[in-house]
């Protein structure tokens, strides 16, 4: 465009320092919430510009991990959200690829109910989710969880890759279907390593759909033995509900992977959340 | 001798060949659709278990009076359940919150958030950067942001406390935020739009940078302003991206629910919908009741989102 060097610094400027303070507001709880985790408890509520405590301690983590067991209700996450998430790609990449390559009767209904699916809250059928997990024993488990997790998850994941499979080239199957191959060789050897950017897509957005998931967990789970994450911590606020110190060292155990995740696979998130977003 | 003549046309070869091989694969639709059904079937009768069955019952349990306890008779009530939804001033009351959450959230959201694409939509050093750090909230679980939230808005010496206080000197002492309904909701506000913002960001600032960079040139050349350029040329760019992030924060909006639940649990008149439900459901069991609440709410919000659809389509072809 033509601007001169000065109104294009000044205009860099200007957009650098309101990017700034938006990125101050939005990040600033965060620093507060670390800040706190590292302070000795009695001084928990004090300056809160102050983000460098005096002295600083571990005590908070130290206690949380040990006599808290979230050691334990991390495991519990992670192994949920592992064995979920496995599920939930495998199941739906091969509906979508079905949806996307092959003839069969009945197609149109099945794909439509998928899509119906996609505008039910989860909320909405929380009531009746409970009485079926009660009629099939699945209450108060971990392994309960899963089939709940994955069911609700199909839906969208099997519509972001059916999307995806259909812009692989016809052409490669055929030439695939020329060689012999059938649908499981095609589905395994074609569509899923060309698909390898929805698979992470969808691989994140499981893994932190589950590693977060709360309302059904909360209303599933008693022991407390077989808490989550997400559970333990509203919980144990409950329970020390002046102890922020300690209970944001727990959210912090539970947001770092999350962070971890979003950090490194940042650009699959972008495509993941556009492409879902402006097709639904 | 290899003569060229011998190589017989690829394409003829490859179409025979495919017809050959569908061919044999036929008996072969009916190979095609026993292996789709094998590919279908294990996720879809799962899914069909926890959603399509449930959604169905949701309804069906919110026509009952349903009793909880196996074996005990639960009578059908027809339209009793809704009945009484409508005129419970609770559920009434619980509306209006969501309705007020919605209001302010949805607007503050859509304005920041095409604010800030708008910002981050230029080759500007370090904009992933930002659309990183912006995005933070976005991704990090409501449990956690909605107990951060509590502790800043905290009646003491909190965060929100300091920057009303002593910070703007808008109030002369502090102020206890969740002793009241309007002030817990500013708190449930503000974390529903600090959480939201980056994700609007983000869908907004895909559909900026679709848009030609050559549109702005020529309007540039043409003598347009920044907010002419805005106005005519991303504006009518973003109109599809503006009326799902819209019809999408709507949606979330009356499905509030977490942060309600854990930053002041609905006491002081905060009930939204979905808590309502919840402790209708799970703290006095009566499902019956909830069913028909979570069925009123779904029913609502798909008739809101259905009208803005219907709206900006309209307003999309005038």
């Not at chain 2, 095609?32 to 879809?44: I, R």
């Amino acid at each position: 465009m033509v601007t001169s060097p000065r109104r294009r610094i000044l205009n860099y400027a200007i957009r650098y320092v309101l990017l700034a303070i938006a990125a101050f507001l939005l990040v600033y709880p965060f620093l507060y919430m670390l800040s706190t985790s590292f302070k000795p408890r009695s001084l928990v509520l004090g300056d809160p510009t102050q983000l460098i405590p005096e002295d600083p301690t571990l005590d908070n983590y130290i206690q949380v991990l040990g006599v808290d067991n979230f050691l334990r209700y991390f495991l519990n996450s992670a192994a949920v959200a592992v064995v979920s998430t496995v599920l939930i790609v495998a199941l739906s990449s091969m509906m979508a690829y079905a949806f996307s390559r092959l003839r069969f009767p009945g197609k149109r209904i099945l794909f439509t109910l998928i899509i119906v699916g996609l505008t039910i809250p989860t909320m909405m059928l929380i009531i009746p989710q409970f009485l079926l997990a009660r009629d099939l024993h699945l209450l108060n488990s971990l392994q309960g969880l899963v089939p709940f997790y994955v069911g609700t998850a199909l839906g969208f994941n099997t519509f972001l890759l059916s999307g995806f499979f259909e812009t692989i080239p016809k052409e490669l199957d055929e030439a695939m279907l020329i060689d012999g191959a059938g649908p499981w060789r095609r589905y395994w050897s074609l569509a899923l390593p060309l698909s390898k950017p929805a698979l992470a897509t969808c691989v994140i957005f499981a893994f932190l759909g589950t590693w977060d998931e709360f309302a059904w967990a909360l209303t599933v789970l008693n022991d407390v033995e077989v808490r989550t994450l997400p559970i333990a911590i509203a919980l144990f606020q409950g329970q020390h509900s002046t102890s922020w110190g300690l209970v944001f060292a727990a959210s912090l155990l539970a947001i770092i992977p999350v962070l971890i995740v979003y950090i490194v696979f940042q650009r699959f998130f972008v495509a993941g959340l556009t492409s879902g977003a402006i097709k639904s | 001798m290899t003569a060229p003549t011998a190589a017989p046309p690829a394409v003829t070869v490859r179409s025979a060949l495919l017809r050959r091989r569908r061919g044999a694969a036929a008996g072969g639709g009916r190979r095609e659709a026993l292996a789709a059904y094998a590919f279908v079937l294990p996720g879809f009768i799962l899914y069909a278990l926890v959603m399509l069955y449930p959604a169905v019952q949701t309804f069906l349990l919110s026509l009952r009076d349903w009793k909880i306890t196996p074996g005990v008779d639960s009578p059908w009530v027809g339209l009793d359940n809704y009945i009484r939804a409508f005129s419970d001033p609770a559920f009434l009351d619980s509306l209006v919150n969501a309705v007020v959450y919605t209001l302010v959230t949805v607007p503050m959201q859509i304005v920041i958030g095409l604010f800030l694409a708008i910002l981050l939509d230029s080759k500007l050093p370090g904009r992933v950067a930002f659309r990183v750090l912006f995005y933070l909230p976005v991704v990090t679980s409501w449990v956690v942001v909605s107990l951060l939230f509590r502790y800043i808005f905290s009646s003491d010496e909190g965060l929100a406390n300091f920057v009303t206080v002593d910070l703007l000197h808008l109030a002369s002492d502090n102020v206890s935020w969740f002793q009241e309904r309007w002030t817990s909701f500013i708190a449930i506000c503000a974390l529903g739009i600090w959480k939201g913002v980056g994700w609007s960001m983000l869908i907004f600032l895909a559909a900026l940078t679709a848009v030609p960079k050559d549109l702005h040139e020529a309007a540039a050349i043409d003598g347009a302003g920044v907010f002419k350029r805005f106005r005519y040329v991303s504006l009518p760019s973003i109109r599809s991206a503006l009326s799902v992030v819209v019809i999408l924060l709507v949606i979330g909006g009356f499905n509030v629910f977490i942060s309600v639940l854990l930053i002041t649990g609905g006491t002081n008149d905060t009930q939204v919908p979905l808590t309502y439900m919840y402790d209708q459901a799970f703290q006095f069991l009566d499902f019956g009741y909830g069913s028909a609440i979570s069925f009123s709410l779904t029913a609502l919000v798909l008739v809101v989102s259905a009208a803005q659809y219907w709206w900006t389509r309209r307003s999309m072809r005038n």
